[in-house]
T-cell receptor, first 115, second 112 residues
Framework: DGGITQSPKYLFRKEGQNVTLSCEQNLNHDAMYWYRQDPGQGLRLIYYSQIVNDFQKGDIAEGYSVSREKKESFPLTVTSAQKNPTAFYLC??????????????FGSGTQLSVL | GQQVMQIPQYQHVQEGEDFTTYCNSSTTLSNIQWYKQRPGGHPVFLIQLVKSGEVKKQKRLTFQFGEAKKNSSLHITATQTTDVGTYFCAGPRYSSASKIIFGSGTRLSIRP
């Protein structure tokens, strides 16, 4: 069953703690994305990757880090430097974003809250 | 910087009424995509428009791309309760085609 899997569904972070959100896809897509969604708001781009071992900052990359060691995986780490991490995090992938024409497939999201 | 804005932010309609959301970009877009997010769910791709002045229909949904490729609209005829959700437009940033930016969305609620 092809798709994007995000885990965990809910995550709690303590002050000063780094946490990592998992995103795995078996769609054989080259491009992967991380978006942040605050209540009642749109999606803001954190990081994106067009190919393995390469990634670019989005509009709100501060306090976040990513890696792209495998085509299937694009984990997002929310570091202690991110002072307001509570949000819904969405991972997406696309087969063709060189021209910005590929549609995005989204995972079911991770809700991150601060304890 | 490039911005994609949507209006209205919220729309509450009686079931059976029509609904329209508008998307405006500060720069020309090579294409525009529309997504729907149900409450508690994730965005799901609806359609992509590429050509200037393009109009596409999906049953009761009509999508338009402006002649200048800077604006777009989604119109739903005779809304049903299944149309509830937030509708987002999205497009590639002019400085980097791989960077897809989203509008703020229009949340549609329906009175049965």
């Amino acid at each position: 069953d092809g798709g994007i899997t995000q885990s965990p569904k809910y995550l709690f972070r303590k002050e000063g703690q780094n946490v990592t959100l998992s995103c795995e896809q078996n769609l054989n897509h080259d491009a992967m994305y991380w978006y942040r969604q605050d209540p009642g708001q749109g999606l803001r781009l954190i990081y994106y990757s067009q190919i393995v071992n390469d990634f670019q900052k989005g509009d709100i990359a501060e306090g976040y880090s990513v890696s792209r060691e495998k085509k299937e995986s694009f984990p997002l780490t929310v570091t202690s430097a991110q002072k307001n991490p509570t949000a819904f995090y969405l991972c997406a992938s696309s087969s063709d974003q060189q021209q910005g024409t590929g549609k995005l497939f989204f995972g079911s999201g991770t809700q991150l809250s601060v304890l | 910087g490039q911005q994609v804005m949507q209006i209205p932010q919220y729309q509450h309609v009686q079931e059976g009424e029509d609904f329209t959301t508008y998307c405006n970009s500060s720069t020309t877009l090579s294409n525009i995509q529309w997504y729907k997010q149900r409450p508690g769910g994730h965005p799901v791709f609806l359609i992509q428009l590429v050509k200037s002045g393009e109009v596409k229909k999906q049953k009761r949904l009509t999508f338009q791309f402006g002649e200048a490729k800077k604006n777009s609209s989604l119109h739903i005829t005779a809304t049903q309760t299944t149309d509830v959700g937030t509708y987002f437009c999205a497009g590639p940033r002019y400085s980097s085609a791989s960077k897809i930016i989203f509008g703020s969305g229009t949340r549609l609620s329906i009175r049965p």
